[in-house]
């Protein structure tokens, strides 16, 4: 099993910037990937961000040169910097992990933090 707890979410205004956290424990040693998604009212569940086991990151068109993820692996923690936030931005995000174990695949999610851009 994986915990997964997000922290950093808010009310920012168009052109501001978020850091979301999301601090895991638990099997964290079969990790091959940290996401983060974004569910936006009435809208289907969107992958934002990766970053893989080796270090490899990967975004959406829509945040790319804005959004960066990270990771500090001595606080097991992974990181969402969001800078030049837009209106179309506001949603829950969600932190995800990745876990394969005997090559079956297990997703864990966090409870999700709400971000809302507006003026």
């Known amino acids: 099993q994986v915990q997964l707890v997000e922290s950093g979410g808010g009310l920012v205004q168009p052109g501001g910037s978020l850091r979301l956290s999301c601090a895991a424990s638990?099997?964290?040693?079969?990790?091959?990937?940290m996401n983060w998604y974004r569910q936006a009212l009435g809208k289907q569940r969107e992958l934002v961000a990766t970053?893989?086991?080796?270090?490899?990151?990967n975004y959406a068109d829509s945040v790319k040169g804005r959004f960066t993820v990270s990771r500090d692996n001595a606080k097991n923690t992974v990181y969402l910097q969001m800078n030049s936030l837009k209106p179309e931005d506001t949603a829950v995000y969600y932190c995800?992990?990745?876990?394969?174990?005997?090559?079956?695949?297990?997703?864990?999610w966090g409870q999700g933090t709400q971000v809302t851009v507006s003026s």
């Open positions: 995800n992990a990745h876990r394969v174990v005997v090559g079956v695949g297990v997703d864990y």
């Open positions: 970053i893989a086991s080796g270090g490899r990151t």
């Open positions: 638990g099997s964290i040693f079969s990790i091959a990937a």
